[in-house]
């Protein structure tokens, strides 16, 4: 198998959409650390769009971050796609596979991502198909808290159903810490108990994103907008109890002007280098001289 390539801890990276192509190719040396892209929209595409891929892959360190492979669904894994995900993980060299911990599909694909019950049952399933995908993949997985606008049945909390399924599966953590502010506001417990909550030992990297405000009590996560201020201190507060870990800058639609995703991605530099003391400052000048 190819070397993976391993993100240090201060990686800062964007998502690799395909409205964000040009600028990527075309970014300054050290403007990113890393690109993140969904492999489904990926494993097969040729052409221009493939070359572009196989000219970003080349050039950065690239994560993947599923959308379909539905770890709380009923149906059966689709063991084919992957195979094919492996494939692609091999290639490009993928060291963090990523998927959500929820499912989107039921005889078909449901196209959103929908909320697992928190039940003892339900953490022994998603759990022996977490295991099952990463036999299939040849790595760990790590699984990303989503956010969810009405719970159903709750035997358990969020978070102790989160590192149940963790601790069973032996996978990781993404953390997103957009959605863990989402969820507190719309379902009225603290953002930062919760944080405190999650075993930073299986956090194998971070997401931050903005969301839309419906109403004081109802967030929407959106990934079209800047990051929140609130959403900001939260991750001052996740790096202060967790330490560095790559942190991805989530944006889908509305893209505004390069600069200002670049700008976004400063601001976790930024907040980076205020945790990390020299470590971060170091790795800055790297970037640099590159």
């Known amino acids: 198998m190819t070397a993976l390539r391993s993100l240090p801890s201060n990686a800062v990276g964007l998502g690799l959409r395909r409205a964000l192509l040009e600028p990527l190719r075309s970014a300054d040396a050290g403007a990113f650390d890393f690109l993140e892209c969904a492999p489904e929209n990926w494993i097969g595409v040729g052409g221009r769009l493939g070359e572009a891929l196989d000219a970003l892959s080349a050039r950065h360190p690239i994560t993947c971050h599923g959308l379909s492979l539905s770890l709380g669904g009923c149906l059966p894994l689709d063991e084919t796609f992957l195979k094919r995900t492996r494939q692609f993980l091999d290639r490009h060299r993928v060291a963090l596979y990523s998927e959500h911990l ?75 810490v957009n959605n863990v502010y989402v969820n507190a506001i719309n379902h009225g417990y603290d953002a930062a108990d919760f944080l405190a909550a999650m075993p930073g030992e299986r956090i194998a990297s971070i997401h931050v994103a903005g969301h839309f405000d419906e109403a004081e009590d109802l967030k929407v996560d959106t990934h079209g907008a800047p990051v929140k201020p609130d959403v900001w201190h939260l991750l ?7 330490g560095l870990h790559p942190t ?26 205020r945790h990390a003391g020299p470590v971060a400052s170091h790795a800055r000048d790297d970037r640099a001289r590159a």
């Open 102 to 176: 929820s499912y989107c599909s039921d005889d078909g694909q449901l196209y959103d991502l929908l909320p697992i019950p928190f039940t003892e049952e339900a953490v022994h399933h998603v759990a022996a198909r977490i295991r099952q995908a990463q036999d299939i993949v040849g790595r760990r997985i790590a699984v990303e808290n989503v956010s969810y606008y009405a719970a159903p049945h709750a035997g358990m909390g969020e978070a102790a159903f989160i590192n149940a399924v963790l601790a069973e599966a032996d996978c990781e953590l993404l953390l997103d």
């Open 236 to 242: 001052d507060v996740a790096f202060q109890r967790f």
């Open 248 to 273: 991805l800058l989530e944006r889908d639609f509305n893209f505004p002007p390069f600069g200002e995703l670049l700008d976004e991605l400063e601001q976790v530099r930024a907040r980076m280098q």
